[in-house]
């Protein structure tokens, strides 16, 4: 959502920055660094007069209260110390590092540093079976979407839930595993759009979903902001077994799950047969622009010929892709680490008071309102209403930017999306004008 003339950028990248270098920095004991005038513990620097003999003295007695100064003035002294810092520590900066002769590393592993898949593998799949080679980093999720495509080639058959985010649709008519646009349904002719509405709690009927290769399913999800619970997962992992189908599941929005809902498709007994899953560090560090993701292939998923889907996607990314940046790799690997953790979970808690105020907002209007629970984005239901239109009124007499909701596939006629990703003061603003708009 953005306010027209005052900016309501989703980035977050002011937060995010004081994530690189963390980890590094945490590393260091104190007892490494040494700082002149160090006293009990309290560190001084006293601006005491030199010792040094001089040979010729003026006759002009310095100003006492000189003496009494107990540091260098504060600016230039943090610049003074943070120099000598970042020179004993190159390494506390990636960046630093890389104008160094020592410190700079050009392409690396395609598949991103063992690292920075380690943790990742720790902190989002512990327990659950999804080991550092089966990660693979990314610029982002959008991307390996795209990637995962071309690895499946143009002959496989598709299904997403109807609405969902466009790229997977779109990524799908490109290379070919589609039919031309039915104007009369709204639908690419070969995709089965999985019909997600409040009728059926925005998950799909399977039992009159048709058959497909591929199954593109998000929770939470983009944009109806609902998540799967534990047993709808556990019906679709089954359908898909039954199936001979691979799910490409986005867990995008997992860490804005907040009830008991599974964050990861790994959670449910038998997934990792069946299922991959894309994810990305876009809506949980503010990385929209930093841009880094991941795609995790357990080494069970096989095709039928047997062959490990991760050993085919390793040639794809190998091929199309020369790794994640080294810098965001080094926010990422921040991210993960327990200071990160927090600092993300701190973010979404933030998106999350917004998302709040917006639900509140149209509840209080009469509207029935969906999604929010677990995921920054809030559906609004305008029944009878085009939402093209809806959209235009409201861009018209608020000036507050929407999304309709048959942006992301037929089922989403009649909706609009709101995105809590803004600050607070342009959500608020955004809500007073909804509350003139519909009172
Ligand atoms: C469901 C979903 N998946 C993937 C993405 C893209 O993520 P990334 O920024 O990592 O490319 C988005 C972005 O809005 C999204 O909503």
Avoid at 331 to 355: D, Q, R, W
Avoid at 369 to 377: D, E
Avoid at 413 to 435: D, M, Q, T, Y
Wanted: hydrophobic letters at 35%; charged letters at 20%; one cysteine or more.
């Amino acid at each position: 959502m953005s306010v027209i003339h005052q900016s309501l950028s989703t980035s977050i990248s002011s937060s995010t920055s004081a994530f690189l270098g963390h980890r590094y920095l945490k590393s260091i004991k104190s007892s490494d660094v040494s700082i002149p005038g160090r006293i009990n513990g309290v560190v001084k620097c006293v601006a005491t007069p030199s010792t040094e003999k001089t040979v010729y003295k003026t006759t002009v007695s310095r100003n006492e209260n000189m003496g009494k100064l107990q540091a260098g003035y504060l600016f230039p002294e943090i610049a003074r110390r943070r120099a000598a810092h970042m020179l004993k520590y190159p390494d506390a900066q990636r960046s630093y590092a890389l104008s160094t002769v020592e410190g700079y590393t050009g392409y690396g592993a395609e598949q991103g540093e063992k690292q920075l898949r380690a943790s990742i593998a720790k902190t989002y799949y512990e327990n659950l079976g999804i080991e550092e080679d089966d990660i693979f980093v990314s610029d982002g999720a959008k991307s390996d979407i795209s990637r995962l495509q071309v690895l499946f080639g143009s002959k496989v058959t598709m299904a997403v839930q109807d609405p969902s985010y466009p790229a997977y649709v779109d990524s799908s008519v490109i290379l070919g595993q589609t039919g031309q646009f039915q104007k009369d349904v709204e639908k690419y002719g070969n995709i089965e759009y999985m019909k997600c509405t409040p009728e059926n709690g925005f998950f799909p009927d399977l039992s009159a979903v048709r058959r497909t290769d591929i199954i593109f399913f998000c929770s939470p999800n983009n944009p109806t902001g609902y998540a799967a619970s534990r047993e709808q997962l556990t019906r679709l992992v089954e359908f898909a077994k039954e199936n001979g189908s691979i799910i490409v599941y986005d867990s995008a929005y997992a860490m804005y799950v907040s009830d008991d809902n599974p964050r990861s498709i790994f959670e449910i007994p038998g997934a990792k047969e069946v299922s991959m899953e894309v994810s990305s560090f876009s809506k949980y560090a503010g990385f929209t622009g930093v841009r880094l993701g991941w795609t995790a292939i357990p080494k069970e998923l096989l095709y039928s010929d047997g062959f490990p889907v991760a050993k085919d996607f390793n040639r794809i990314v190998c091929t199309c892709f020369n790794g994640a940046s080294n810098i965001a790799q080094a926010g990422g690997l921040a991210c993960v680490s327990p200071e990160g953790i927090k600092a993300m979970h701190e973010v979404v808690g933030f998106y999350k008071e917004n998302t709040d105020i917006i639900v509140e907002t149209f509840n209080s209007l009469g509207f029935k309102v969906y999604g929010g629970k677990n995921a920054p984005y809030v559906w609004i239901h305008f029944p009878g209403q085009s939402s093209w239109e809806v959209f235009s009124e409201i861009l018209e007499k608020t000036h507050v930017v929407t999304t309709p909701g048959s942006g992301f596939g037929p089922g989403g006629e009649g909706f609009i999306r709101v995105s809590a990703f803004g600050h607070r003061e342009n959500v608020l603003e955004a809500c007073r004008r909804f509350k003139q708009l519909y009172k």
